[in-house]
Structures are given as C-alpha cells and as structure tokens.
C-alpha cells in the first residue's frame, strides 16, 4: 500500500473531522450509523504499515511475540499520586487536574454508612487542598469521623481484549495492537469524541487544544524498549504490577497466578486486561 502525500492526507482529515462532528452533534444514533459506515472504508486506508513509524519505537520490537497486562494491589496503594505526576511528565499530558491518563480514587466507609464516598484527586476539595491544579493530593476530609474502612484504587485505561471505543471510531484513529495495547493515531483522530462516549471507564479525555481524545497507552513507547510505564516505576509501593503474559514468570503472570483478582465491570463484555485485587463490589 501506498503512503498518501500530505496533501492528500490532510484533505481526507478535513473532511472526515467535518463529517465526524456532524454526525457527532445529529445525536448518538446518527452517530452510530456513521461510524459503521465509515469503518469499512478506514480499513482499506489506515493500516498497520501506515502506522508503522508511531507504533514501532525500535525496530527490534515485535509485536506479536507479546502479550502485555497490568495488575493494581489496592490493599498497597497508599495514594500518594506519584504514578500521576509520573504520567503526566512522561506523556506530556495537560497539568490540569481534569486531564489524565491514570488517577486515583479513595473508598471511604463512615460508621453508619452501608455505601462509600468516593473522590479522587480532581475532586473539587482535593484540588483545594493542594493549592494547585499542578498539584495532587488527597485532602485529610475524614479526620474528625468514624472511619470503618478506606483504601485507594488506582485506575487507567484497561486495554480491553474486545474495547468498545475501537468498534465506534468512524476513521480507526483508534486501534488495537496485536500485543493487546489500544491505541490513538492522533493523525487520524477528527475529534469526534465517539471513543470517548464508548469507554465504560471513563479512561479517555478530549485535548481541546489538539481537537484529539487521548488516554493511557501503558506507556507504549517504554515497554517496547524493555522499560516499566512511569507509573509502575515510580509506584514506592508496589501496588501497579505490569509484564508479559506470555511469558509464566513475569510480574504479571504471578500476580494473576497467586492471586484471586478480578477486573472492573465484567458486564461490559469489554474483557478488562487490567487486573485488581483487593477492591470492593462497588468499585467499578
């Protein structure tokens, strides 16, 4: 196949981006319609040579001789929010509190109270305490109350084995890897925001300045080299577990081996590969 000049690739973008956000603003069944219709025609244009430069880092790496997973241990997580600085430093996400690939949540469970209350570092209280949007940390709110039970759960993109929000894309701007990683070619991606509808995880967010979605990749660029995401480097805990499940002695092999885990929201039909041990039925 070959390479479309940028001539002809920027006026494809412009029309598709056009068409996307009509469709988009016509409502969500109009929108459905679209993307079916216009999966079919991506597929004969955006493939994986196409992308061969963003998603191949090295030269070396191959895709299908991997099969990457993540593990969160919520009963070590202490909250701290390293492995949220870390991401953004290291994906240049936007120093806001309100765009994130990963982020964290605290369960709190008062005397008397049968559900829990839950914030997260964007919570309007926390952001408050920090001083900052730059800045990140969970507010001392519960001090003068009954605690009965609190813990933190981390939470990123699952890179789900069927993920909704590469069925919904209209020009596959975002795309599953064969070593499980879903992705967004951001020189495809018109801004139409159907993926960002689609997550049942609320993993994705919109870069109004970019007009493109964005979330966590598990650090692509890092783990094809032979490197850890920032997250799980910087974790002083151990709580985020990441590996090669092909590979029975990795990280993530024995924490899925030695461990009862289970994933968020099984119901989707999504098949979560980030895998959670130590979170209660109402984390989701």
Not at 245 to 272: C, D, M, W
Request: a positive charge; proline letters at 5%.
């Amino acid at each position: 196949m070959k390479r479309e000049t940028k001539t002809s690739l920027a006026a494809r973008r412009s029309f598709l981006r056009r068409l996307g956000r009509a469709a988009w603003y016509a409502g969500t069944a109009a929108a459905v319609g679209t993307a079916g219709l216009l999966q079919k025609v991506s597929a004969k244009s955006v493939s994986a040579a196409d992308r061969s430069s963003a998603s191949f880092p090295t030269k070396d790496y191959d895709w299908n001789k991997h099969r990457w997973a993540f593990g969160v241990d919520a009963t070590k997580c202490i909250g701290c929010l390293r492995c949220v600085e870390a991401c953004k430093r290291e994906n240049d996400v936007p120093l806001t509190a309100h765009h994130f690939r990963t982020w964290v949540e605290r369960y709190v469970y008062l005397e008397g109270e049968e559900r829990p209350r839950i914030d997260s570092h964007h919570d309007p209280v926390n952001i408050a305490a920090s001083g900052s949007e730059k800045e990140y940390r969970f507010a001392n709110r519960y001090k003068d109350a009954k605690v009965e039970k609190a813990f933190f759960v981390p939470k990123l993109c699952n890179h789900c084995t069927h993920p909704a929000c590469v069925q919904v894309c209209p020009v596959g701007a975002t795309y599953k890897t064969p070593d499980g990683v879903v992705l967004i070619d951001h020189k495809y991606c018109i801004g139409c925001r159907y993926c960002v509808q689609a997550c049942p995880y609320g993993a994705r967010y919109f870069i109004e300045e970019k007009g493109v979605s964005d979330k966590c990749t598990w650090c692509y660029h890092r783990i094809t080299k032979g490197l850890q995401p920032a997250c799980v480097e910087v974790c002083p805990v151990g709580a985020r577990i990441f590996g090669d499940l092909n590979e029975k002695q990795s990280p993530i092999s024995q924490f899925i081996r030695n461990n009862r885990v289970q994933v968020l929201k099984p119901e989707t039909g999504n098949a979560p590969n980030v895998f959670y041990v130590g979170i209660d039925r109402e984390v989701n």
